[in-house]
């Protein structure tokens, strides 16, 4: 198991940027898929973006795609989400979370396949 810490949210405004780091504890963070999940006041948790193990691998919702970037470094056990262009409607609080390696795109969106949480960060964009 590994635990996770987000950092990195705060407010901004719209068109800025922002990046969000999620921290690892454990020596097995290598082994695990990570995921960042977003959610609003009064919505359900959203996917965000998604990076295999390795990060050979990434996976973004649509809102995401051309916008942010996921990567990770396993040798500093870290996730990082850059996020750019940002909107009001992105604000949410951002979670990160680590799930099993064979996670594919069909179901590396899903909440319920991530075992580990971090605890979020709130990131608000003004218009």
């Known amino acids: 198991q590994v635990q996770l810490v987000e950092s990195g949210g705060g407010l901004v405004q719209a068109g800025d940027s922002l990046r969000l780091s999620c921290s690892a504890s454990?020596?097995?963070?290598?082994?695990?898929?990570v995921a960042w999940f977003r959610q609003a006041p009064g919505k359900e948790r959203e996917f965000v973006a998604h990076?295999?193990?390795?990060?050979?691998?990434?996976h973004y919702a649509h809102f995401a795609e051309g916008r942010f970037s996921i990567s990770r470094d396993n040798a500093r056990n870290t996730v990082t989400l850059e996020m750019n262009e940002l909107k009001p409607g992105d604000t949410a609080i951002y979670y990160c979370?680590?799930?099993?390696?064979?996670?594919?795109?069909?179901?590396?969106?899903?909440?319920?396949?991530?075992?580990?949480w971090g605890q979020g960060v709130q990131v608000t964009v003004s218009s």
């Open positions: 979370a680590a799930g099993p390696p064979g996670l594919g795109t069909w179901n590396n969106n899903l909440p319920s396949e991530y075992g580990q």
């Open positions: 454990g020596p097995t963070f290598k082994n695990f898929a």
């Open positions: 990076i295999s193990r390795t990060g050979g691998g990434t």
